[in-house]
């Protein structure tokens, strides 16, 4: 199975900050990627796939970028509502593992 | 729309078992691979077990190899997940996927919980 490392694994941030957060794979990937992001008691929503795809209804301050083992999630402007926790997502060979996730908090 | 409702879960003592189930609706449920995925309480997501849509192909995580049983009735639009041998590092919620490159798609879960 391809191994997912994801990092940070906690993240204090302030509302307006530019956020980032790395996720590498244990072996090429491509750009069969996806972040999540997962609101404490809720499903996980997908928030871009294949790499850098905005998810329908998803706000453009969330982007991604990268290829074959290492990518970003990047958030230009932190808004109340983006404080949950993130998850990464190879979808390159099954089964399609998960990073640990990043959980952001509010500073 | 797509829609995934997870049942079966509930308390059960270490050492037993219950059956999961999964009624989807909103597309064609046999041309799609399933997946189920637990959650702990406050950790991440792991992947449990792969079904392919004709249960042709199955993979199981290492964790529940030889305890759990994945399969599908695709005239009935429904997944399963048959967890023998219980133990309580099983407790979490329990996600049936559709497993589509682009993302999946999630059903609402199904709380487990393992304990005397």
């Known amino acids: 199975d391809i191994q997912m490392t994801q990092s940070p694994s906690s993240l204090s941030a302030s509302v307006g900050d530019r956020v980032t957060i790395t996720c590498r794979a244990s072996q090429s990937i491509s750009t069969y990627f996806n972040w999540y992001q997962q609101k404490p008691g809720k499903t996980p929503k997908v928030l871009i796939y294949a790499t850098s795809s905005l998810q329908s209804g998803v706000p453009s301050r969330f982007s991604g970028s990268g290829s074959g083992t290492d990518f970003t999630l990047t958030i230009s402007s932190l808004q109340p509502e983006d404080f949950a926790t993130y998850f990464c997502?190879?979808?390159?060979?099954?089964?399609?593992?998960f990073g640990q996730g990043t959980k952001l908090e509010i500073k | 729309e797509v829609q995934l409702v997870e049942s079966g879960g509930g308390l059960v003592q270490p050492g037993g078992s219950l059956r999961l189930s999964c009624a989807a609706s909103?597309?064609?449920?046999?041309?799609?691979?399933m997946n189920w995925v637990r959650q702990a309480p406050g950790k991440g997501l792991e992947w449990v077990s792969y079904i392919s849509g004709g249960s042709g192909t199955i993979y199981y995580a290492n964790s529940v190899k030889g305890r759990f049983t994945i399969s599908r009735d695709n005239a009935k639009n429904s997944l399963y997940l048959q967890m023998n041998s219980l133990r309580a590092e099983d407790t979490a919620v329990y996600y049936c996927?559709?497993?589509?490159?682009?993302?999946?798609?999630w059903g609402q879960g199904t709380l487990v919980t393992v304990s005397s």
């Open positions: 996927a559709r497993g589509l490159r682009e993302g999946w798609d």
């Open positions: 997502q190879q979808s390159y060979s099954i089964p399609h593992t």
């Open positions: 909103g597309f064609t449920f046999s041309s799609y691979d």
